[in-house]
Structures are given as C-alpha cells and as structure tokens.
C-alpha cells in the first residue's frame, strides 16, 4: 500500500467520537473551568489585599521621608476624619490636636478604590493619626494596619518607632 491509498483508507474510515465519549469531555472540561475560576477569584482577592498593603507601605514611606527632609513633624490621618481608613488618607503638618484644619498645611492625600476591604490602624498612640517625627525620640507611633475582606483574609502591617513597616 502506497502512501496514498493509505490517506483515502485512513479518510474513508467512519470511525469518530459516541456522543457519550463528547459529553463526557464536555463535563470534564466544564468541572475544571469551574475549579479554575473559584482559583482565579481567590488569586485576585489575594492580590487586592496584597496591593492594598504596598499602597499603605508606601504612603509610610512617603510621610517618614517628608517629616526627614523637611524637619517638622507630619501626621497621617483617614479621609474621612473617622477611624475609618478604607477610603484613604491624608497627610499633613501636625497641629496640636493631630487634626488637618487648614488646606495649606496639607502635603498629600491618597484615595482608594478597593471596595469591599476593611482598613483599621491599631496604634498604641492612637487609632486615628499617625505621627511622623524628624527627631528620634518621637519618630513615629507605634501599632499596626490590620486589611481585612469579607472573606476574612487578612494582612497585617505592623510599624515600629522607626516607622519600618513589616509584614503584608
């Protein structure tokens, strides 16, 4: 048999798949998309946590940096004047009650579009202000950012005096 008379044999051939053999790949395959997207969906709860926690990493970074190069204290507070951090934050030049009463004396605001994520700070000063100090005595406070979803995953960003940031 020449090459061919071999493809009009192996063509000529009515040999395919049962339907049960197709629905059966059918079932498998859509049993693995399922597990595939419950993966995806964690994996992406996992990653808005993960990014939400370098977004506060850096705005630390940013206060501790602005209250050296500038030599005055600075003071972290959230948006919404509350203990509430999940909307953002902002950051200003301290005043004797550690609140933000004019707009002059703002440095920096950050908004968060992360629904859905519980922000909180656990300071051992406070749980509505961070403060930023040039001087070593009082560098920054003491606690920890706790971001949670409502799946109760969770990191946890805890900030010493120097204002290094460990964990997330």
Request: aromatic share 10%.
């Amino acid at each position: 048999m020449n090459f061919r008379q071999l493809l009009r044999h192996y063509y000529d051939r009515n040999d395919g798949f049962s339907l049960i053999e197709l629905l059966t790949t059918l079932v498998i395959f859509a049993i693995l998309c399922g597990y595939s997207l419950s993966f995806l969906s964690s994996l992406q709860k996992k990653d808005q946590l993960q990014v939400m926690a370098n977004e506060i990493k850096q705005a630390i970074h940013f206060a501790k940096m602005e209250a050296l190069a500038h030599a005055h204290t600075v003071t972290l507070t959230p948006l919404s004047g509350q203990k509430d951090w999940s909307a953002g934050m902002m950051l200003f030049v301290d005043k004797p009650r550690h609140r933000n009463v004019e707009k002059s004396s703002l440095i920096r605001e950050w908004h968060w579009q992360h629904p859905g994520l519980i922000i909180t700070w656990h300071g051992f000063e406070s749980t509505d202000y961070i403060r930023f100090s040039p001087d070593l005595i009082t560098r920054a406070a003491n606690g920890y950012f706790l971001v949670e979803d409502k799946a109760n995953q969770r990191i946890k960003l805890m900030l010493n005096r120097l204002a290094r940031v460990r964990g997330g």
